[in-house]
């Protein structure tokens, strides 16, 4: 029988590209519905129609400025939060987002906009999440994970890029957020990110 929270739980895994946050949000997704809990899993961008314009732009470099990439990724959060991340908290589950704000703050952010105005628009209408996992590896391990994709995003994958983007994930600080070293076993990770989150659980009954 599926296990109902009271109240909604939002984790976000977060970290540049190749970090593994995606392998980690899905891994922490089978535990919690292996635990019984009723469980979601989102990603940004999404596969909805801002998601998709930015998909299809990001495979062309310099397509966008700093500021019309921020504006799509904004729309498409809008269209997240609205159409699935409140729903689904609402409904008392517990939702793992691949991505969020904090990737907009560190990416843009590392184009020259200013952080703290990427953080205020967001946060005015953004879901504050329970947990912030940022998977902490340096661009060159992050790059070398991802070279056998398909497919390449040139807006992001830059090395030089990266590590500036690198610099912004690793100054957030606060209560909700915790930084994982992202190098090491992928099993290992995942008992450390459980660690974290098993707390905000409510016990089993």
Same mark, same amino acid.
């Given at each position: 029988?599926? /296990?109902?929270?009271?109240?909604?739980?939002?984790? +976000?895994? $977060?970290? !540049?590209?190749? *970090?593994?946050?995606?392998?980690?949000?899905?891994?922490?997704?089978?535990?919690?519905?292996?635990?019984?809990?009723?469980? =979601?899993?989102?990603? $940004?961008?999404?596969?909805?129609?801002?998601?998709? $314009?930015?998909?299809?732009? =990001?495979a062309r470099a310099d397509s966008l400025t700093p500021g019309e990439e921020l504006e799509l990724f904004v729309k498409d959060r809008r269209e997240n939060v609205k159409n699935n991340l409140r729903p689904a908290l609402e409904s008392g589950k517990a939702v793992v987002l691949d991505r969020y704000y904090f *990737?907009?703050?560190?990416?843009?952010?590392?184009?020259?906009?200013?952080?703290?105005?990427?953080? /205020?628009?967001?946060?005015?209408?953004?879901?504050? &999440?329970?947990?912030? +996992?940022?998977?902490?590896?340096?661009?060159?391990?992050?790059?070398?994970?991802?070279?056998?994709?398909?497919?390449?995003?040139?807006?992001?994958? /830059?090395?030089?890029?990266?590590? /500036?983007?690198?610099?912004?994930?690793? *100054?957030?600080?606060? &209560?909700?957020? +915790?930084?994982?070293?992202?190098?090491?076993?992928?099993?290992?990770?995942?008992?450390? !990110?459980?660690?974290?989150?098993?707390?905000?659980?409510?016990?089993? *009954?």
């Open positions: 029988m599926d /296990r109902k929270l009271r109240r909604g739980l939002l984790v +976000v895994l $977060e970290g !540049i590209d190749g *970090s593994g946050k995606t392998t980690q949000a899905r891994a922490l997704l089978r535990r919690l519905r292996y635990r019984g809990y009723k469980a =979601a899993f989102f990603r $940004e961008p999404t596969r909805g129609r801002w998601g998709r $314009e930015i998909k299809k732009l =990001a *990737s907009t703050i560190a990416y843009q952010g590392a184009k020259g906009i200013d952080t703290v105005e990427i953080r /205020r628009m967001n946060e005015a209408f953004a879901v504050k &999440p329970d947990l912030v +996992v940022i998977l902490d590896v340096d661009a060159n391990a992050g790059l070398a994970r991802i070279r056998g994709r398909k497919t390449r995003d040139e807006l992001f994958e /830059r090395a030089d890029y990266l590590v /500036r983007v690198g610099r912004i994930f690793r *100054s957030f600080e606060g &209560p909700e957020f +915790v930084h994982i070293d992202g190098r090491g076993d992928r099993r290992a990770i995942g008992k450390a !990110i459980w660690a974290r989150v098993a707390p905000l659980l409510p016990p089993r *009954s």
